[in-house]
T-cell receptor
Framework: RKEVEQDPGPFNVPEGATVAFNCTYS??????FFWYRQDCRKEPKLLMS???SGNEDGRFTAQLNRASQYISLLIRDSKLSDSATYLC??????????????FGTGTQLKVEL | DARVTQTPRHKVTEMGQEVTMRCQPI?????VFWYRQTMMQGLELLAY????????DSGMPKDRFSAEMPDATLATLKIQPSEPRDSAVYFC????????????FGSGTQLSVL
């Protein structure tokens, strides 16, 4: 089983739609959770952190369910510019010190007119 | 804007050749990560340095890959000898320990081994 799993998609949605992505992780000792965004042929960039109580950033809402070990990202009123691959990221501590960030393979979103 | 600089952007080489990829982290950042990205596997962590010391290289094939930080402004990833299965995009990222989640990625090196 992969440490972080995501539905690869693609999710094809019309502009203005609401779309949700889920991500599951296997390490119950995971400490922190994030969503990164990666545009085609570009580098990943941090989109938002995921807090235990859930958090919002404009049209984006992130949720965490520790008991079920999954994270979600909701995008409301999707725009053409939201088309990208969304990477779920999980952080846990390394035995020798430091932290490890593990990325999911990403979910591709295509927003269409 | 401060950014992570990776060279070369593209590299095409023949099987068996040595490949060296370089990364200049953002000034002041003390953590450096090397990731490899393929369609099938996504982003895989190869090596992780903090204050130039390697903390984790468990994801790196030791027989042919090596990663070093000769100084705080340069990280290198070498493959010797290269194989076709090494073809991928290699990303370097830097950050500050304590805020490891906020990684800044370079533009990547697209490697093709023929």
């Amino acid at each position: 089983r992969k440490e972080v799993e995501q539905d690869p998609g693609p999710f094809n949605v019309p502009e203005g739609a609401t779309v949700a992505f889920n991500c599951t992780y296997s390490n119950s000792a995971s400490q922190s959770f994030f969503w990164y965004r990666q545009d085609c042929r570009k580098e990943p960039k941090l989109l938002m952190s995921v807090y235990s109580s859930g958090n919002e950033d404009g049209r984006f809402t992130a949720q965490l369910n520790r008991a079920s070990q999954y994270i979600s990202l909701l995008i409301r009123d999707s725009k053409l510019s939201d088309s990208a691959t969304y990477l779920c990221v999980v952080k846990w501590a390394l035995e020798g010190g430091g932290n490890k960030l593990t990325f999911g393979t990403g979910t591709q979103l295509k927003v269409e007119l | 804007d401060a950014r992570v600089t990776q060279t070369p952007r593209h590299k095409v080489t023949e099987m068996g050749q040595e490949v060296t990829m370089r990364c200049q982290p953002i000034l002041g950042h003390n953590t450096v990560f090397w990731y490899r990205q393929t369609m099938m596997q996504g982003l895989e962590l190869l090596a992780y340095f903090r204050n130039r010391a390697p903390l984790d290289d468990s994801g790196m094939p030791k027989d042919r890959f090596s990663a070093e930080m000769p100084d705080a402004t340069l990280a290198t990833l070498k493959i010797q000898p290269s194989e076709p299965r090494d073809s991928a995009v290699y990303f370097c990222a830097s950050g500050l320990s304590g805020t490891t989640e906020k990684l800044f990625f370079g533009s990547g090196t697209q490697l093709s081994v023929l």
